[in-house]
C-alpha cells in the first residue's frame, strides 16, 4: 500500500488503517455477529501483524473499553511505526456512554489516553461526538480545548468524529481531520469531502463496511478510489481478513 498525505498534517497514513474497538470491547455493540475478547497473547499477535501487513495507522477512542491500555501495552516499543488516532469527549462505563466536553474533562481525556497508550504524544484526537453533534461544537470548550492542547505540543492534530454532515461541514474551519462515515449504502458525506481535499483537511472514513454489513470486495475500492480520502479505518479479530483487505486496497490502487 502506498501511503497517503493526512491532509496538511504532515502525517502519513496507510490507506487501510485499524479500528481497534474489538481489542477492547465486546458490549452495546452495532456488529450484527457478537464475539469474544482476545486475551493480552492474541492482542500482542494480532497488532505485531498489523505493522507487519503495513497498516500504519491505528485508530482507538476512550470509548472503546481496554483498548487504548492494551494498544499501549502491546505497542508502545513500536510506536514510532504508526500513526496513532484517538478520541475525546465519550467514555463506557457500566455498559453506557457518557458524554462530557467541558475543558478539564478534554483536558482529563487526552491524559488519560497519554497514559494508557504510553506514548508523549498522541498524533490525531478527534471530538466523539453523538447525534447532537452541532450543539456539541456550538455549545461546548471542546474546540478551544482540542485547540489549547496541540499548540501545547500535547497534540500533533485535532479533528471530527461526527454523525451529521451539518457537523462535518463546521468543523472545516477548525479541524485539521475528519472522520466520516461514508460508504456504498450513504454517501451523504461526499461534498463534505471533496471540499476538505480542497481546504487541505484530511479525511478518514469509518464504518466504510457498514459496520459489517456490506462485501469487502466492493466496499474497500469504492471508498480508497474516492478523492480526497486519506484512509479507511477498518477493524477485525483475524489478521487473514485483514489480509484480504490489504490486498484489496492494492488491487484498486493498480486498477
Known sequence: MQERPLGRT?????????????????????????????????????LDGVLELGICHIDTAPA??????RLGRCLAHRRSEFVLSTKVGEWFEEGRSRYDFRAAAVRESVAGSLRRLKTDVLDV??????????????????VQTL?????SGAIRAIGFSGK??????????WADVLMVEYHLQDQSHAAVIAEAARRGVGVLVKKGLA???LPAQAA????????????????????RHLAENVALVEQAEAA
Open 64 to 69: 472503546y473499553g481496554e483498548s487504548e491500555a
Open 125 to 142: 484526537v478527534c471530538v466523539h461526538a453523538p447525534a447532537a453533534d452541532v450543539e456539541v461544537l456550538q455549545q461546548t470548550d471542546v
Open 10 to 46: 504532515g502525517l502519513r497514513v496507510s490507506p487501510l488503517g485499524f479500528g481497534a474497538f474489538k481489542i477492547g470491547r465486546n458490549t452495546q455493540i452495532k456488529y450484527a455477529t457478537p464475539y469474544e475478547l482476545p486475551d493480552e497473547r492474541e492482542v500482542a499477535r494480532l
Open 147 to 151: 485547540c489549547e492542547l496541540r499548540q
Open 164 to 173: 451529521t454532515v451539518a457537523g462535518a461541514e463546521l468543523a472545516l474551519d
Open 211 to 213: 459496520s459489517g454489513q
Open 220 to 239: 474497500i475500492p469504492f471508498v480508497v478510489r474516492t478523492a480526497g480520502v486519506s484512509g479507511l479505518v477498518v477493524g477485525g479479530l483475524s489478521l
